[in-house]
């Protein structure tokens, strides 16, 4: 709360947690959190990875939880939902839309190097098959990797992805269907 002490009515004594079955043998990099955006409706939107098979790549996931910590029945699946990206993929940035659509940026591997990927989900966590390719816009910046680490939405709800290319900040600028921007 505001001065600072654990707000016990939030989830399990202030806490609440979000499982997507990581099977990484290491505890310490099960299911990680980069991302989240707090919504009108006090809803929390995550967003970050997860490793679902042993020895497997990264998939991006999302989940979103009621203002109260409970996970959001109405969203993906039991509030989460694992992105169809390309391989090894992971989120950094999640952002909302007045219409209830999330942009939820981040990067994937293509062959032998990353590159940005911008997916966009409806307010149920399904994916926005308006934009870009069933959901999904990527972008390679660069020769070498491309690696998204923030987003954010201009005035006009353009949407800017600040990412590393070529080892340079980088920004990436895309409408709200997922065409780049002039």
């Known amino acids: 709360d505001a001065n600072g002490t654990v707000d016990n009515t939030f989830g399990t004594a202030g806490r609440a947690f979000v499982d997507f079955g990581s099977v990484w043998p290491d505890t310490l990099y099960r299911d990680t959190a980069y991302a989240m955006h707090v919504q009108p409706d006090?809803?929390?939107?995550?967003?970050?990875?997860?490793?679902?098979s042993s020895g497997g790549a990264n998939r991006l996931v999302v989940a979103r939880l009621l203002a109260d910590g409970s996970p959001d029945a109405g969203f993906g699946t039991a509030g989460k939902v694992?992105?169809?990206?390309?391989d090894d993929a992971q989120a950094r940035a999640v952002v909302g839309l007045a219409d209830g659509r999330l942009l939820v940026a981040g990067h994937y591997l293509n062959g032998a190097t990353r590159d940005i990927a911008v997916v966009a989900l409806t307010a149920a966590g399904a994916p926005d098959a308006t934009f870009g390719a069933s959901g999904t816009s990527t972008i390679a910046a660069g020769a070498r990797d491309?690696?998204?680490?923030?987003?954010a939405l201009t005035g006009d709800e353009q949407v800017v992805v600040g990412a590393r290319s070529n080892d340079l900040m980088t920004v990436v600028r895309l409408d709200t269907r997922g065409r780049a921007t002039v």
């Open 146 to 151: 491309d690696l998204a680490f923030s987003g």
């Open 42 to 52: 006090g809803a929390i939107v995550l967003a970050g990875r997860s490793q679902l």
């Open 82 to 86: 694992i992105v169809a990206t390309p």
